[in-house]
């Protein structure tokens, strides 16, 4: 997509909105190629790529090699990432296995969108480092330990949302390897295994229901097939979803966050329901301001925006995708589909422990 020829979305954002929103994002690029969350702000990897996606989709590709670049200068020797950084410092330095693995979607959505394969053969060693590293926290359930604290102890369990999103990395990963003739290792394998627990084993996750991600996200990632997956957003929207004022972030407050309304359109769009996901993108417009960034949140019945006066790069860059998947603006619209093998899952049989 060129820049200046982005699709208008009649009531939820215009071509000259999303030009408007990217140019906020480059705004926010530190000349290290960071992106942090706002002005001054701290900077996490998945966010990061995030934004590094949305940069591509509207057109600021040498910016997004720039983010990329940031990364890969900064992966640890074992193929990880703290889990925040301030400028060349480290904010936080717990590593999240799902913050690590989020690379792999974004130089597969990079390469759906620009079809560069040099660069993506650049990254690549970064790629496989990364699903290297979160493939080896694999338990013998399928689950994925969630992260290590600051002192290398891995927690003891597994969480639903970084889980599905971790899936989603890892057959990113492999058509990423397939794409350029490498090889993949047990990257489809470990996808298998973390796919039925997460289908078939919701459990064996650490309980989070009241979040709204919890909800939607094994939906966005291509976890459950059509079926089951829109049966799962049905049952979830009165819940988790505002009077059409967004997604709340936790369904027992009215605290509205424009980036898991436009995460939640994305995962409508991938069952087929563009008009739903249309309807409650439109809630985003709340959240927009003049210079193209959006709030980060809103607090109901008040309408006070939460964290105060936050806006951030990921909210942004969210919207942009979102928008992305509405209009199939790139050839990258369809990142977050049900294109993965939903026949893998049940396969499993008795390698699994919880079906014994």
Same mark, same amino acid.
């Given at each position: 997509?060129?820049?200046?020829?982005?699709?208008?979305?009649?009531?939820?954002?215009?071509?000259?909105?999303?030009? @408007? =929103?990217?140019?906020?994002?480059?705004?926010?690029?530190?000349?290290?190629?960071?992106? %942090?969350?706002?002005?001054?702000?701290?900077?996490? %990897?998945?966010?990061?790529?995030? +934004?590094?996606?949305?940069?591509?989709?509207?057109?600021?590709?040498?910016?997004? &090699? @720039?983010?990329?670049?940031?990364?890969?200068?900064?992966?640890?020797?074992?193929?990880?990432?703290?889990?925040?950084?301030?400028?060349?410092?480290?904010?936080?330095?717990?590593?999240?296995?799902?913050?690590? +693995?989020?690379?792999?979607?974004?130089?597969?959505?990079?390469?759906?969108?620009?079809?560069?394969?040099?660069?993506?053969?650049?990254?690549?060693?970064?790629?496989?480092?990364?699903?290297?590293?979160?493939?080896?926290?694999?338990?013998?359930?399928?689950?994925?330990?969630?992260?290590?604290?600051?002192?290398?102890? %891995?927690?003891?369990?597994?969480?639903? $949302?970084?889980?599905?999103?971790?899936?989603?990395?890892?057959?990113?990963?492999?058509?990423? +390897?397939?794409?350029?003739?490498?090889?993949?290792?047990?990257?489809?394998?470990?996808?298998?295994?973390?796919?039925?627990?997460? @289908?078939? &084993?919701?459990?064996?996750?650490?309980?989070?229901?009241?979040?709204?991600?919890?909800?939607?996200?094994?939906?966005?990632?291509?976890?459950? #097939?059509?079926?089951?997956?829109?049966?799962?957003?049905?049952?979830?929207?009165?819940?988790?979803?505002?009077?059409?004022?967004?997604?709340?972030?936790?369904? $027992?407050?009215?605290?509205?966050?424009?980036?898991?309304?436009?995460?939640?359109?994305?995962?409508?769009?991938?069952?087929?329901?563009?008009?739903?996901?249309?309807?409650?993108?439109?809630?985003?417009?709340?959240?927009?301001?003049?210079?193209?960034?959006?709030?980060?949140?809103?607090?109901? %019945?008040?309408?006070?925006?939460? #964290?105060?006066?936050?806006?951030?790069?990921? $909210?942004?860059?969210?919207?942009?995708?979102?928008?992305?998947?509405? $209009? =199939?603006? =790139? +050839?990258?619209?369809?990142?977050?589909?049900?294109?993965?093998?939903?026949?893998?899952?049940?396969?499993?049989?008795?390698?699994?422990?919880?079906?014994?």
């Amino acid at each position: 997509m060129s820049v200046k020829t982005a699709a208008d979305l009649p009531g939820v954002i215009t071509g000259d909105e999303v030009r @408007a =929103t990217a140019r906020h994002l480059v705004s926010l690029q530190l000349p290290s190629g960071q992106i %942090p969350w706002f002005p001054g702000g701290h900077c996490d %990897p998945w966010n990061h790529v995030e +934004a590094a996606m949305a940069l591509v989709v509207a057109g600021h590709v040498e910016e997004a &090699h @720039a983010a990329y670049r940031w990364l890969a200068a900064r992966q640890l020797g074992d193929g990880s990432w703290f889990n925040y950084y301030l400028g060349e410092t480290v904010k936080d330095a717990r590593i999240d296995t799902n913050v690590c +693995a989020y690379v792999a979607a974004g130089i597969w959505h990079y390469v759906a969108v620009t079809g560069d394969l040099v660069f993506a053969r650049e990254m690549f060693p970064v790629v496989a480092k990364a699903l290297n590293f979160v493939s080896s926290w694999q338990m013998d359930d399928g689950t994925i330990r969630w992260s290590l604290d600051s002192a290398g102890h %891995p927690e003891r369990y597994a969480l639903l $949302t970084g889980s599905s999103s971790i899936y989603h990395s890892l057959r990113c990963g492999v058509m990423l +390897a397939d794409a350029l003739g490498e090889p993949s290792g047990k990257w489809n394998e470990v996808a298998d295994r973390l796919g039925h627990a997460l @289908a078939h &084993h919701p459990g064996a996750f650490a309980p989070k229901n009241q979040f709204a991600m919890d909800w939607y996200y094994p939906v966005l990632a291509g976890v459950l #097939p059509i079926s089951a997956a829109r049966q799962r957003l049905s049952d979830g929207f009165d819940r988790h979803v505002l009077d059409f004022r967004g997604v709340r972030c936790v369904s $027992t407050n009215d605290w509205v966050t424009a980036a898991e309304t436009a995460e939640c359109a994305l995962a409508l769009v991938a069952v087929g329901w563009e008009d739903r996901a249309l309807d409650i993108l439109a809630a985003t417009r709340r959240h927009r301001r003049d210079d193209g960034a959006y709030w980060t949140g809103i607090a109901y %019945p008040d309408e006070v925006t939460f #964290p105060a006066a936050e806006t951030s790069s990921y $909210t942004a860059a969210a919207i942009i995708l979102a928008w992305d998947a509405l $209009t =199939t603006s =790139t +050839a990258g619209h369809d990142t977050f589909s049900h294109r993965f093998d939903q026949a893998r899952h049940p396969a499993i049989g008795q390698s699994c422990p919880l079906d014994r």
